[in-house]
Protein backbone atom coordinates (compact mmCIF):
# COMPACT_ATOMS: atom_id res chain seq x y z
CA UNK A 1 0.00 0.00 0.00
CA UNK A 2 1.07 3.17 -0.39
CA UNK A 3 -0.88 5.10 2.28
CA UNK A 4 -2.12 4.02 5.31
CA UNK A 5 -6.02 2.53 5.02
CA UNK A 6 -7.93 4.37 7.01
CA UNK A 7 -10.22 2.18 8.95
CA UNK A 8 -13.48 3.32 10.80
CA UNK A 9 -14.67 0.33 13.30
CA UNK A 10 -18.78 0.31 13.90
CA UNK A 11 -20.12 -0.96 17.07
CA UNK A 12 -22.69 -2.49 17.83
CA UNK A 13 -24.83 -2.66 20.94
CA UNK A 14 -23.74 -5.87 23.52
CA UNK A 15 -20.20 -5.98 21.81
CA UNK A 16 -17.28 -6.91 24.44
CA UNK A 17 -15.45 -3.81 24.18
CA UNK A 18 -12.19 -5.14 25.46
CA UNK A 19 -12.29 -8.13 23.47
CA UNK A 20 -12.79 -6.41 20.28
CA UNK A 21 -9.95 -3.54 21.63
CA UNK A 22 -7.64 -6.63 21.67
CA UNK A 23 -8.18 -7.88 18.55
CA UNK A 24 -7.63 -4.63 16.45
CA UNK A 25 -4.39 -4.29 14.43
CA UNK A 26 -1.43 -2.20 15.83
CA UNK A 27 0.22 -1.76 12.01
CA UNK A 28 1.38 1.37 10.08
CA UNK A 29 -0.51 0.02 7.02
CA UNK A 30 -3.69 0.55 9.01
CA UNK A 31 -4.84 3.86 10.42
CA UNK A 32 -7.85 3.75 12.85
CA UNK A 33 -9.97 6.84 12.23
CA UNK A 34 -12.32 6.26 15.06
CA UNK A 35 -13.53 3.40 17.42
CA UNK A 36 -18.06 4.48 17.32
CA UNK A 37 -20.12 3.08 19.72
CA UNK A 38 -23.49 2.29 18.30
CA UNK A 39 -24.30 2.03 14.39
CA UNK A 40 -26.99 4.74 13.89
CA UNK A 41 -23.78 7.14 15.16
CA UNK A 42 -21.53 5.25 12.99
CA UNK A 43 -23.21 5.56 9.84
CA UNK A 44 -23.33 9.22 10.73
CA UNK A 45 -19.33 9.23 11.50
CA UNK A 46 -19.20 7.65 8.10
CA UNK A 47 -20.61 10.15 5.93
CA UNK A 48 -18.66 12.64 7.43
CA UNK A 49 -15.25 11.20 7.92
CA UNK A 50 -12.91 10.05 5.52
CA UNK A 51 -12.72 6.14 5.37
CA UNK A 52 -11.20 3.32 2.90
CA UNK A 53 -12.33 0.59 5.16
CA UNK A 54 -15.31 -0.38 7.67
CA UNK A 55 -14.85 -2.96 10.19
CA UNK A 56 -18.69 -4.02 11.49
CA UNK A 57 -18.49 -5.40 14.99
CA UNK A 58 -21.61 -6.86 16.33
CA UNK A 59 -22.44 -9.77 19.20
CA UNK A 60 -24.08 -12.13 16.84
CA UNK A 61 -27.19 -12.00 14.20
CA UNK A 62 -27.85 -8.39 14.16
CA UNK A 63 -30.55 -6.50 11.79
CA UNK A 64 -28.66 -2.96 12.38
CA UNK A 65 -25.11 -4.76 11.45
CA UNK A 66 -26.79 -5.89 8.41
CA UNK A 67 -28.19 -2.36 7.37
CA UNK A 68 -25.46 -0.51 7.89
CA UNK A 69 -23.33 -3.02 5.60
CA UNK A 70 -25.89 -2.35 3.03
CA UNK A 71 -25.79 0.76 2.97
CA UNK A 72 -22.08 1.53 3.33
CA UNK A 73 -21.32 -0.91 0.00
CA UNK A 74 -24.42 0.94 -2.01
CA UNK A 75 -22.86 4.40 -0.90
CA UNK A 76 -19.57 3.12 -1.94
CA UNK A 77 -18.97 -0.35 -3.54
CA UNK A 78 -15.46 0.16 -3.82
CA UNK A 79 -14.98 0.55 0.09
CA UNK A 80 -14.45 -3.31 1.48
CA UNK A 81 -16.46 -4.01 4.52
CA UNK A 82 -15.66 -6.94 7.20
CA UNK A 83 -17.91 -7.82 9.58
CA UNK A 84 -17.03 -9.22 13.15
CA UNK A 85 -18.72 -11.27 15.07
CA UNK A 86 -17.91 -10.98 18.84
CA UNK A 87 -20.10 -13.88 20.57
CA UNK A 88 -22.31 -16.88 19.36
CA UNK A 89 -22.19 -18.78 16.56
CA UNK A 90 -22.94 -16.96 12.93
CA UNK A 91 -24.93 -19.70 11.87
CA UNK A 92 -27.46 -18.80 9.72
CA UNK A 93 -26.31 -15.40 9.73
CA UNK A 94 -23.34 -15.29 7.63
CA UNK A 95 -25.12 -15.79 4.51
CA UNK A 96 -27.08 -12.66 4.97
CA UNK A 97 -23.69 -10.94 5.83
CA UNK A 98 -22.33 -11.67 2.54
CA UNK A 99 -25.63 -10.96 0.81
CA UNK A 100 -25.52 -7.31 2.06
CA UNK A 101 -22.19 -7.09 0.43
CA UNK A 102 -19.72 -7.51 3.18
CA UNK A 103 -15.82 -8.75 1.83
CA UNK A 104 -15.35 -11.05 4.78
CA UNK A 105 -16.45 -12.25 7.96
CA UNK A 106 -14.47 -12.26 11.02
CA UNK A 107 -15.97 -14.68 14.37
CA UNK A 108 -13.78 -14.36 17.91
CA UNK A 109 -11.51 -15.49 19.07
CA UNK A 110 -8.96 -14.26 16.46
CA UNK A 111 -5.52 -12.79 16.75
CA UNK A 112 -4.49 -9.41 15.74
CA UNK A 113 -2.34 -11.03 13.14
CA UNK A 114 -5.32 -13.02 11.82
CA UNK A 115 -7.40 -9.89 11.95
CA UNK A 116 -4.40 -8.02 10.13
CA UNK A 117 -4.26 -10.69 7.39
CA UNK A 118 -7.91 -10.85 6.73
CA UNK A 119 -7.97 -7.10 6.76
CA UNK A 120 -5.67 -6.69 3.93
CA UNK A 121 -6.97 -9.39 2.30
CA UNK A 122 -10.27 -7.68 2.06
CA UNK A 123 -8.51 -4.43 0.49
CA UNK A 124 -6.63 -5.98 -1.87
CA UNK A 125 -9.21 -8.12 -3.59
CA UNK A 126 -11.47 -4.59 -3.49
CA UNK A 127 -9.22 -2.59 -4.46
CA UNK A 128 -5.84 -3.90 -5.01
CA UNK A 129 -6.18 -4.42 -9.12
CA UNK A 130 -7.51 -0.82 -9.31
CA UNK A 131 -4.42 0.62 -7.06
CA UNK A 132 -1.79 -1.32 -8.77
CA UNK A 133 -2.96 -0.08 -12.10
CA UNK A 134 -3.93 3.22 -11.17
CA UNK A 135 -7.02 3.32 -13.24
CA UNK A 136 -10.81 3.23 -11.75
CA UNK A 137 -12.93 0.14 -11.82
CA UNK A 138 -14.39 -0.66 -14.87
CA UNK A 139 -18.05 0.09 -15.56
CA UNK A 140 -19.82 -3.23 -14.97
CA UNK A 141 -24.21 -3.47 -16.49
CA UNK A 142 -26.28 -5.64 -14.85
CA UNK A 143 -29.16 -6.45 -17.40
CA UNK A 144 -32.24 -7.40 -15.60
CA UNK A 145 -35.92 -8.44 -16.69
CA UNK A 146 -38.18 -9.23 -13.36
CA UNK A 147 -39.93 -11.33 -16.54
CA UNK A 148 -38.56 -14.63 -18.24
CA UNK A 149 -38.42 -14.00 -22.14
CA UNK A 150 -37.99 -10.24 -22.62
CA UNK A 151 -35.06 -10.29 -24.19
CA UNK A 152 -31.95 -10.02 -21.74
CA UNK A 153 -29.71 -12.51 -23.04
CA UNK A 154 -30.62 -11.06 -26.34
CA UNK A 155 -30.02 -7.69 -25.31
CA UNK A 156 -26.51 -8.70 -23.38
CA UNK A 157 -25.27 -10.49 -26.16
CA UNK A 158 -25.55 -8.18 -28.47
CA UNK A 159 -24.69 -5.18 -26.33
CA UNK A 160 -21.53 -7.01 -25.80
CA UNK A 161 -20.35 -7.74 -29.24
CA UNK A 162 -21.35 -4.10 -30.16
CA UNK A 163 -18.68 -2.63 -27.37
CA UNK A 164 -16.39 -5.40 -28.98
CA UNK A 165 -16.73 -4.38 -32.45
CA UNK A 166 -16.33 -0.92 -31.51
CA UNK A 167 -12.67 -1.99 -30.42
CA UNK A 168 -13.88 -2.21 -26.41
CA UNK A 169 -12.75 -4.99 -24.08
CA UNK A 170 -15.52 -6.54 -22.88
CA UNK A 171 -16.89 -9.78 -20.73
CA UNK A 172 -20.12 -11.46 -20.25
CA UNK A 173 -20.95 -13.06 -17.44
CA UNK A 174 -24.00 -15.43 -17.55
CA UNK A 175 -26.06 -15.03 -14.24
CA UNK A 176 -28.74 -17.26 -15.24
CA UNK A 177 -26.69 -20.20 -13.61
CA UNK A 178 -29.68 -23.21 -14.03
CA UNK A 179 -30.12 -22.22 -17.67
CA UNK A 180 -28.47 -19.80 -18.97
CA UNK A 181 -28.03 -19.43 -23.10
CA UNK A 182 -25.53 -16.82 -23.73
CA UNK A 183 -22.99 -18.98 -24.44
CA UNK A 184 -25.76 -20.76 -27.27
CA UNK A 185 -26.45 -17.08 -28.63
CA UNK A 186 -23.26 -16.31 -29.38
CA UNK A 187 -22.34 -19.83 -30.34
CA UNK A 188 -19.62 -20.99 -28.21
CA UNK A 189 -19.27 -24.25 -26.76
CA UNK A 190 -19.20 -24.65 -22.92
CA UNK A 191 -15.79 -26.39 -22.56
CA UNK A 192 -15.49 -24.38 -19.39
CA UNK A 193 -17.95 -22.47 -17.06
CA UNK A 194 -18.28 -20.75 -14.23
CA UNK A 195 -18.92 -24.48 -12.26
CA UNK A 196 -15.53 -25.89 -13.61
CA UNK A 197 -13.92 -22.10 -12.38
CA UNK A 198 -15.23 -22.90 -9.30
CA UNK A 199 -14.50 -26.50 -8.31
CA UNK A 200 -10.78 -25.15 -9.63
CA UNK A 201 -10.23 -23.99 -6.05
CA UNK A 202 -7.17 -21.49 -4.77
CA UNK A 203 -6.95 -17.97 -5.47
CA UNK A 204 -8.74 -15.80 -8.25
CA UNK A 205 -6.61 -13.70 -10.44
CA UNK A 206 -6.61 -12.49 -14.07
CA UNK A 207 -4.36 -15.42 -15.44
CA UNK A 208 -6.59 -17.98 -14.08
CA UNK A 209 -9.90 -16.20 -14.63
CA UNK A 210 -8.99 -15.71 -18.50
CA UNK A 211 -8.42 -19.48 -18.42
CA UNK A 212 -12.37 -19.93 -18.24
CA UNK A 213 -13.35 -17.33 -20.59
CA UNK A 214 -14.65 -18.44 -24.23
CA UNK A 215 -13.54 -15.88 -26.85
CA UNK A 216 -16.18 -14.76 -29.55
CA UNK A 217 -14.85 -13.72 -33.25
CA UNK A 218 -15.67 -10.18 -32.30
CA UNK A 219 -13.94 -10.36 -29.31
CA UNK A 220 -15.87 -10.18 -26.54
CA UNK A 221 -15.10 -12.61 -23.76
CA UNK A 222 -18.14 -15.04 -21.98
CA UNK A 223 -18.15 -16.91 -19.13
CA UNK A 224 -20.72 -19.10 -19.46
CA UNK A 225 -23.22 -20.89 -17.20
CA UNK A 226 -23.46 -24.27 -15.69
CA UNK A 227 -24.48 -26.98 -18.37
CA UNK A 228 -26.56 -28.46 -15.45
CA UNK A 229 -28.87 -26.64 -13.50
CA UNK A 230 -28.07 -28.70 -10.29
CA UNK A 231 -24.35 -26.82 -10.64
CA UNK A 232 -25.83 -23.54 -9.85
CA UNK A 233 -25.78 -24.19 -6.22
CA UNK A 234 -21.87 -24.09 -5.83
CA UNK A 235 -21.51 -20.41 -6.80
CA UNK A 236 -21.98 -18.17 -4.37
CA UNK A 237 -22.56 -14.16 -4.04
CA UNK A 238 -18.94 -13.95 -2.52
CA UNK A 239 -17.47 -15.52 -5.16
CA UNK A 240 -19.35 -13.48 -7.86
CA UNK A 241 -18.07 -10.53 -6.06
CA UNK A 242 -14.53 -11.96 -6.77
CA UNK A 243 -14.96 -12.48 -10.05
CA UNK A 244 -16.88 -9.40 -10.88
CA UNK A 245 -13.74 -7.09 -8.82
CA UNK A 246 -11.15 -8.94 -11.42
CA UNK A 247 -13.31 -8.79 -14.40
CA UNK A 248 -13.79 -4.78 -14.24
CA UNK A 249 -10.26 -4.73 -13.11
CA UNK A 250 -8.99 -6.12 -16.34
CA UNK A 251 -11.41 -5.47 -18.83
CA UNK A 252 -13.26 -1.84 -19.96
CA UNK A 253 -16.97 -3.01 -19.87
CA UNK A 254 -18.83 -6.57 -18.09
CA UNK A 255 -21.73 -7.41 -18.36
CA UNK A 256 -24.12 -9.58 -16.05
CA UNK A 257 -27.14 -11.16 -18.26
CA UNK A 258 -29.05 -12.76 -15.45
CA UNK A 259 -32.04 -14.60 -14.48
CA UNK A 260 -35.67 -13.45 -14.01
CA UNK A 261 -36.63 -12.08 -10.94
CA UNK A 262 -34.05 -10.55 -7.65
CA UNK A 263 -32.36 -13.40 -6.40
CA UNK A 264 -29.56 -13.30 -3.63
CA UNK A 265 -27.39 -13.78 -6.64
CA UNK A 266 -28.84 -10.88 -8.59
CA UNK A 267 -29.11 -8.36 -5.95
CA UNK A 268 -25.13 -9.10 -5.41
CA UNK A 269 -24.70 -8.38 -9.05
CA UNK A 270 -26.59 -5.15 -8.60
CA UNK A 271 -24.76 -4.24 -5.75
CA UNK A 272 -21.63 -4.69 -7.52
CA UNK A 273 -22.30 -3.28 -10.70
CA UNK A 274 -21.76 0.64 -11.88
CA UNK A 275 -25.47 0.54 -14.04
CA UNK A 276 -28.39 -1.43 -14.70
CA UNK A 277 -30.07 -2.30 -18.21
CA UNK A 278 -34.11 -2.61 -17.16
CA UNK A 279 -35.30 -4.82 -20.24
CA UNK A 280 -38.99 -5.33 -21.22
CA UNK A 281 -41.82 -6.15 -23.41
CA UNK A 282 -44.81 -4.27 -25.24
CA UNK A 283 -47.35 -6.38 -23.27
CA UNK A 284 -49.28 -5.55 -19.98
CA UNK A 285 -47.37 -8.95 -17.97
CA UNK A 286 -44.28 -7.46 -19.01
CA UNK A 287 -44.62 -3.85 -18.27
CA UNK A 288 -46.71 -4.67 -15.05
CA UNK A 289 -43.20 -6.70 -14.11
CA UNK A 290 -40.90 -4.01 -15.79
CA UNK A 291 -42.85 -0.70 -13.08
CA UNK A 292 -41.82 -3.30 -10.15
CA UNK A 293 -38.95 -4.28 -11.19
CA UNK A 294 -37.29 -0.27 -11.27
CA UNK A 295 -39.81 0.80 -8.34
CA UNK A 296 -37.40 -2.21 -6.46
CA UNK A 297 -34.37 -0.53 -7.60
CA UNK A 298 -35.39 2.52 -6.42
CA UNK A 299 -36.49 0.81 -2.97
CA UNK A 300 -32.75 -0.44 -3.08
CA UNK A 301 -31.48 3.48 -3.03
CA UNK A 302 -30.35 2.88 -7.09
CA UNK A 303 -29.35 5.71 -8.91
CA UNK A 304 -32.37 6.57 -11.22
CA UNK A 305 -29.35 8.10 -13.79
CA UNK A 306 -27.50 5.09 -13.73
CA UNK A 307 -30.07 2.84 -15.57
CA UNK A 308 -31.23 2.35 -19.22
CA UNK A 309 -34.67 0.96 -20.48
CA UNK A 310 -34.89 -1.42 -23.11
CA UNK A 311 -37.82 -1.80 -24.59
CA UNK A 312 -38.23 -5.00 -27.02
CA UNK A 313 -40.45 -5.71 -30.05
CA UNK A 314 -41.33 -2.04 -29.51
CA UNK A 315 -43.39 -1.89 -32.77
CA UNK A 316 -45.82 -4.85 -31.96
CA UNK A 317 -49.49 -4.05 -32.69
CA UNK A 318 -51.18 -5.27 -29.44
CA UNK A 319 -52.76 -2.27 -28.26
CA UNK A 320 -50.32 -1.03 -26.48
CA UNK A 321 -48.87 2.60 -27.35
CA UNK A 322 -45.63 4.17 -26.42
CA UNK A 323 -47.69 7.00 -24.11
CA UNK A 324 -49.15 4.01 -22.16
CA UNK A 325 -45.57 2.78 -21.67
CA UNK A 326 -44.82 6.02 -20.22
CA UNK A 327 -47.74 6.38 -18.41
CA UNK A 328 -47.51 2.56 -16.55
CA UNK A 329 -43.56 2.87 -16.46
CA UNK A 330 -43.41 6.06 -15.46
CA UNK A 331 -40.56 6.77 -17.79
CA UNK A 332 -39.75 7.05 -21.50
CA UNK A 333 -37.84 4.02 -22.51
CA UNK A 334 -34.48 4.86 -23.74
CA UNK A 335 -33.92 2.63 -26.38
CA UNK A 336 -36.67 0.94 -28.79
CA UNK A 337 -35.65 -2.38 -30.46
CA UNK A 338 -38.15 -3.16 -33.89
CA UNK A 339 -39.60 -6.70 -34.10
CA UNK A 340 -37.68 -9.04 -36.73
CA UNK A 341 -37.83 -11.79 -37.86
CA UNK A 342 -34.08 -11.98 -38.39
CA UNK A 343 -33.64 -11.90 -34.40
CA UNK A 344 -34.92 -15.28 -33.24
CA UNK A 345 -33.10 -16.70 -36.44
CA UNK A 346 -29.81 -15.23 -35.41
CA UNK A 347 -30.37 -16.50 -31.94
CA UNK A 348 -30.83 -19.94 -32.93
CA UNK A 349 -27.72 -19.69 -35.84
CA UNK A 350 -25.50 -18.28 -32.72
CA UNK A 351 -24.68 -14.85 -34.39
CA UNK A 352 -25.95 -11.67 -32.71
CA UNK A 353 -28.09 -9.89 -34.88
CA UNK A 354 -25.24 -6.65 -34.77
CA UNK A 355 -23.80 -9.22 -36.85
CA UNK A 356 -25.86 -11.19 -38.89
CA UNK A 357 -27.99 -7.94 -40.00
CA UNK A 358 -26.00 -4.70 -39.50
CA UNK A 359 -27.62 -2.32 -41.27
CA UNK A 360 -31.56 -3.21 -39.88
CA UNK A 361 -32.85 -1.17 -37.53
CA UNK A 362 -32.81 -3.83 -34.53
CA UNK A 363 -29.00 -4.01 -35.06
CA UNK A 364 -29.49 -0.25 -35.08
CA UNK A 365 -31.09 -0.14 -31.48
CA UNK A 366 -28.58 -2.49 -29.83
CA UNK A 367 -25.65 -0.42 -31.53
CA UNK A 368 -27.04 3.11 -29.95
CA UNK A 369 -27.37 1.43 -26.21
CA UNK A 370 -23.82 0.75 -26.94
CA UNK A 371 -23.01 3.93 -28.09
CA UNK A 372 -25.09 5.19 -24.63
CA UNK A 373 -23.05 3.42 -22.37
CA UNK A 374 -20.05 4.82 -24.44
CA UNK A 375 -20.85 7.99 -24.25
CA UNK A 376 -21.37 8.27 -20.83
CA UNK A 377 -18.16 6.64 -19.78
CA UNK A 378 -16.08 8.21 -22.11
CA UNK A 379 -16.73 11.80 -21.12
CA UNK A 380 -16.42 10.42 -18.09
CA UNK A 381 -12.67 9.02 -18.11
CA UNK A 382 -11.25 11.49 -20.99
CA UNK A 383 -10.85 8.47 -23.71
CA UNK A 384 -10.46 5.27 -22.65
CA UNK A 385 -7.74 3.03 -23.92
CA UNK A 386 -9.33 0.64 -26.66
CA UNK A 387 -8.68 -3.00 -26.25
CA UNK A 388 -9.80 -5.88 -28.40
CA UNK A 389 -9.45 -6.31 -32.54
CA UNK A 390 -7.80 -4.13 -34.93
CA UNK A 391 -9.75 -2.73 -36.49
Known amino acids: MTHATRMLVAVDEGVDSEALQAILPIDPEIQIVGVVHGLEDSW ?11 VV ?6 DRALFLVDGAVKQRPERPVVVVVCDGSPNGFVQRVFEAGADDLLTLPQTQEDVLFALRKAVARKQGASAATGVALSPMICVLGP ?25 VVDLDLQFGDVGLALGLAPERTIYELVKSGGSLDDEKLDGYLATHPSGARAL ?9 GIVTT ?3 RE ?15 TPPGFTPEVIASIDSSSHVCMVGMLDSLSLKNTKLGLETLELMGYDGERMRLVLNRADSRVGITLDDVVSIIG ?3 DVLVP ?21 SDAAKAFKSLAAMYELREGSKNGGRRRWGRKR
Do not use: M
Open 44 to 54: TTLQETPTDLL
Open 57 to 62: ACPGAS
Open 147 to 171: KGGTGKTLTSCNLAVSLAESGHKVA
Open 224 to 232: IAPTRPDHA
Open 238 to 240: EFL
Open 243 to 257: VYAALRASHEYVIVD
Open 331 to 333: RKP
Open 339 to 359: SDRDIPRSVNEGTPIVLAKAR
